[in-house]
């Protein structure tokens, strides 16, 4: 029994360090799941937004005799916003800085929409738009929910994968995640004007 006690050990040590092993990979795997799930999220408050801003634009111009411009820019905004389509385990960079780009452009377009729509009392008093009007704040605060909540599981990932010595046995399967950034300008106070 003494002679394969050395052997037993090594077989034991092997055993802990495989299953060490696929402890890391698990993880690592529930981390990325994360990820894509908070990015379904994300993608799901964008599309409220889409949703709602479609639904916007049909009342204003069901409800005035509005400036085609202005409507022309939010529709054409907002085709451009969907249709960028992200994978979020292959996420890059530069495809989160594109999609987050049109995201704001969008997003200008909408708040020329709503300034614009100050010419028009009678549009501002109608109950369809009012209540639009309302939801857009909200689905805003859910964007930027969402978007948190993706930078958190980001971390999370990044922080795993990227710790020593998970890196050494994830290394070229599980690469770094990007993080949401603010679009450009937003450094910048918004001027209001009466």
């Given at each position: 029994m003494r002679k394969f006690l050395p052997v037993i050990i090594i077989v034991g040590l092997l055993v802990i360090g495989f299953m060490w092993y696929i402890g890391i990979k698990n993880s690592a795997l529930k981390y990325n799941q994360a990820v894509g799930k908070t990015w379904g999220d994300v993608e799901v408050a964008?599309?409220?937004?889409?949703?709602?801003?479609?639904?916007?634009?049909?009342?204003?111009?069901?409800?005035?005799?509005f400036e085609k411009g202005t409507l022309v820019a939010v529709t054409e905004a907002r085709a451009n916003a969907t249709s960028i389509k992200i994978d979020p385990t292959k996420v890059t960079p530069e495809q989160l800085e594109a999609y987050n780009k049109v995201q704001g452009g969008l997003g200008g377009a909408l708040k020329s929409l709503i300034a614009t729509v100050e010419s028009y009392p009678q549009l501002k008093s109608t109950d369809a738009f009012l209540k639009l009007q309302d939801e857009l704040p909200s689905?805003?605060?859910?964007?930027?929910?969402?978007?948190?909540?993706?930078?958190?599981?980001?971390?999370?990932?990044?922080?795993?994968?990227?710790?020593?010595?998970?890196?050494?046995f994830l290394g070229g399967i599980y690469k770094e995640?990007?993080?949401?950034?603010?679009?450009?300008?937003?450094d910048k106070p918004t001027k209001v004007q009466f």
């Open positions: 964008y599309q409220r937004r889409n949703d709602l801003i479609d639904n916007l634009v049909e009342t204003v111009k069901g409800s005035a005799a689905t805003e605060n859910q964007i930027l929910t969402a978007r948190t909540r993706f930078n958190e599981a980001v971390e999370k990932y990044n922080g795993y994968v990227l710790s020593v010595p998970n890196s050494w995640k990007p993080y949401f950034k603010s679009v450009e300008g937003a």
